[in-house]
Nanobody, 122 residues
């Protein structure tokens, strides 16, 4: 499956952004979808994940209450609504797809998009 992330940009602290990830696969509904982020010089960190039928979601503690993950299996998309953005949210954001089981571990995702840059100024 090919994943294409979009929606990043440069915003001020306190602003909102909505990231989207479009998938090429007709079996998109069978994948667990996740968002990860990587700041310069740091490891890729988990942000949020959603199960195939949107029954189960998970968010990192650092974004809980501010970020919301959602998906549309009819449109083959997964989104990340980011509110109350902080400078520490600055990173390249990646969407990813996992085949096997619900996970927040980057190494357990099978497919990755190219990333979209989010920069939050103070």
């Amino acid at each position: 499956v090919q994943l294409q992330a979009s929606g990043g940009g440069l915003v001020q602290a306190g602003s909102s952004l909505r990231l989207s990830c479009a998938a090429s696969s007709r079996t998109f509904g069978g994948y667990i979808m996740g968002w990860f982020r990587q700041a310069p010089g740091k490891e890729r960190d988990f942000v949020a994940a959603i199960s195939q039928g949107s029954v189960t979601t998970a968010c990192a503690d650092s974004v809980k209450g501010r970020f919301t993950i959602s998906r549309s299996n009819s449109k083959n998309t997964v989104s990340l609504q980011m509110n109350s953005l902080k400078p520490e949210d600055t990173a390249v954001y990646y969407c990813a797809a996992a085949l096997r089981s619900f996970t927040i571990v980057a190494g357990e995702y099978d497919y990755w998009g190219q990333g979209t840059q989010v920069t939050v100024s103070s």
